[in-house]
């Protein structure tokens, strides 16, 4: 019995069969993809859960004595985490404005006494024909070990945990001299200041978004004193 079906050869039966039979290909890819994009998926998922698992391992932004309650109240969108963040960009940067002999990096990073003193640095390096070294140094630890309001500034003091060696080295020759002795492990004390009434997006959005030169917006932090430890205080870089 055939229900009235027509089966013979090129009915519309068979030509349907054959029409589902060529795009079946298609489908197995479809198929194949939307698999791929779901392992894919999966993926990304294991790696976002490991960063924040990673995170939430990082040490804390300040030392468990130090009150920042100031900086908060002076501005409630204050992120310890974040401004660590910042203080260890602007670490480096300084590191590099002075290796790259290129006093303009630091201006957008430091006060104006110590935007002059690395001025001042880079010339006698010049003179001396030498450069440093920054690839020597490098963060072990950042922590912040005071937190204040003063005069509509906030102000933090951020102590960088140290390691390797401070070292010129000759243009002429390629020596390389450490600096004083000071090589292996050291502190230093670098105090932040932000005037939180100051609107900073142009200039973020110019050296963080536009630019190359900073990983975040640094939100008008800029440094006012540089207190190495172990060393007689000073403001030079």
Do not use: C
Not at 21 to 32: H, N
Not at 49 to 65: C, G, I, T
């Amino acid at each position: 019995m055939s229900f009235g079906l027509n089966t013979g050869s090129g009915s519309q039966f068979e030509q349907r069969v054959d029409a589902i039979g060529a795009q079946l290909p298609g489908i197995r890819r479809i198929e194949q993809e939307f698999g791929q994009l779901v392992t894919d998926l999966d993926k990304e998922a294991a790696l976002d859960q490991a960063m924040l698992e990673e995170f939430n391992k990082r040490p804390p932004a300040e030392d468990p004595s130090t009150d920042i309650s100031a900086l908060k109240k002076a501005d409630p969108s204050f992120v310890d985490t974040e401004f660590i963040v910042i203080a260890r960009d602007t670490f480096y940067i300084v590191l590099r404005a002075r290796a790259d002999q290129n006093a303009d990096l630091g201006k957008a990073e430091l006060g104006p006494q110590l935007e002059a003193d690395l001025a001042s640095e880079i010339d006698s390096d010049k003179a001396a024909h030498r450069r440093r070294n920054e690839s020597m140094v490098e963060i072990e630890d950042a922590k912040i070990i005071k937190g204040m309001f003063v005069g509509g500034k906030m102000l933090a003091t951020v102590r960088f945990s140290l390691s390797g060696s401070e070292a010129d080295v000759d243009i002429s020759s390629g020596a390389s001299q450490t600096l004083g002795g000071r090589s292996g492990s050291w502190t230093e004390d670098w105090t932040f200041a932000r005037d939180p009434s100051v609107n900073t997006d142009a200039e973020d959005q110019r050296l963080a978004v536009q630019g190359e030169q900073w990983f975040v917006a640094h939100k008008g932090w800029t440094v006012t004193h540089i207190v190495k430890n172990g060393a007689p205080d000073q403001d030079a870089v």
